[in-house]
């Protein structure tokens, strides 16, 4: 991508740990795309089955999140977007809820 050039993403996966236990608690997700996908990092594998988009289309439609090339080595993210949260509640049942998460870096 050249400087300047903007990208949105079809599809963000944040994944949220305990601050205090360092255990997954669950994830943030946006995407428009069907299908498996997964995450690997160390000895933690992730996987999920997205059949629909998530937040629902008329969430999803409502913002949008894009990565910009600043520079050579600098990007911006800029996010004013709905998202699906995932949250591990006691007793290990998943618990879903939506949020609209609203920042922008440029550093």
Request: charged share 20%; glycine share 6%.
């Given at each position: 991508m050249d400087v300047g050039e903007r990208l949105e993403p079809e599809g963000i996966l944040i994944i949220?740990?305990?601050?205090?236990t360092g255990e997954f608690a669950g994830y943030i997700l946006r995407t428009i795309i069907s299908g498996l996908s997964g995450f690997t990092a160390e000895?933690?594998?992730?996987?999920i089955n997205v059949t629909a988009p998530e937040p629902p289309s008329l969430l999803y439609d409502e913002g949008y999140a894009e990565l910009m090339r600043n520079s050579k080595d600098?990007?911006?993210?800029?996010?004013n977007a709905w998202f699906t949260i995932y949250q591990l509640a006691p007793g290990g049942e998943?618990?879903?809820h939506y949020v609209k998460l609203n920042f922008k870096n440029n550093h």
């Open positions: 949220l740990y305990d601050g205090e000895n933690f594998s992730f996987w600098s990007w911006i993210l800029d996010i998943t618990v879903k």
